[in-house]
T-cell receptor
């Protein structure tokens, strides 16, 4: 079965620290990849997406993610986090040949301490 | 464009009751998907509707059902509620074509508490 693994369930960082959240998936074919963010009390929002081309994609608020096909990974990074980045982050995979199936990881809760 | 609208936002039910949740997608979007979000489980896919037809279904019991109307609005129904059904139910809409450019846009969710 397809699966998406987010290895870090809870991450606590101080402001200005660097962030990397891991995401691995098990599907072997061509995939679309996404990171969504859910700020406290708000709905899920798209942070960034990868469909094709440059494997390093940039999203909103200074986030970026790198697609490493050989490792089936799509890790999220930010060089310097802010208190306002406190949120839950979800990785999602959409295998191309399923068209409309999206598989989500269990999420990583990030707390940034001022 | 207006976003994805879900109603009601909060509701409390007791075991054995049933509940109906509503979702209005972004105008022009034909696909509506439903997810159950619980702490530690992430988002679990319930089903997807496209042009009034269920296109995919997740691994949930038959107590969970849905439908889509001709205006693309969707409802999901949970019958014979159990305590474990307490969750945030999310609706997501997208254009629905099979191109790789589709992105899910989520509503704020309906938070169901079963007592």
């Amino acid at each position: 079965a397809q699966s998406v693994s987010q290895h870090n369930h809870h991450v606590i960082l101080s402001e200005a620290a660097s962030l990397e959240l891991g995401c691995n998936y098990s599907y072997g074919g061509t995939v679309n990849l996404f990171w969504y963010v859910q700020y406290p009390g708000q709905h899920l929002q798209l942070l960034l997406k990868y469909f094709s081309g440059d494997p390093l994609v940039k999203g909103i608020k200074g986030f970026e993610a790198e697609f490493i096909k050989s490792k089936f990974s799509f890790n999220l990074r930010k060089p310097s986090v802010q208190w306002s980045d406190t949120a839950e982050y979800f990785c999602a995979v959409n295998p191309r040949n399923t068209g409309n199936q999206f598989y989500f990881g269990t999420g990583t809760s990030l707390t940034v301490i001022p | 464009k207006a976003g994805v609208t879900q109603t009601p936002r909060y509701l409390i039910k007791t075991r054995g009751q049933q509940v109906t949740l509503s979702c209005s997608p972004i105008s022009g979007h034909r696909s509506v998907s439903w997810y159950q979000q619980t702490p530690g489980q992430g988002l679990q896919f319930l089903f997807e509707y496209f042009s009034e037809t269920q296109r995919n279904k997740g691994n949930f019991p038959g107590r969970f059902s849905g439908r889509q109307f001709s205006n693309s609005r969707s409802e999901m129904n949970v019958s014979t509620l159990e305590l474990g059904d307490s969750a945030l139910y999310l609706c997501a809409s997208r254009d629905g074509g099979l191109s790789g450019a589709n992105v899910l846009t989520f509503g704020a969710g309906s938070r169901l508490t079963v007592l």
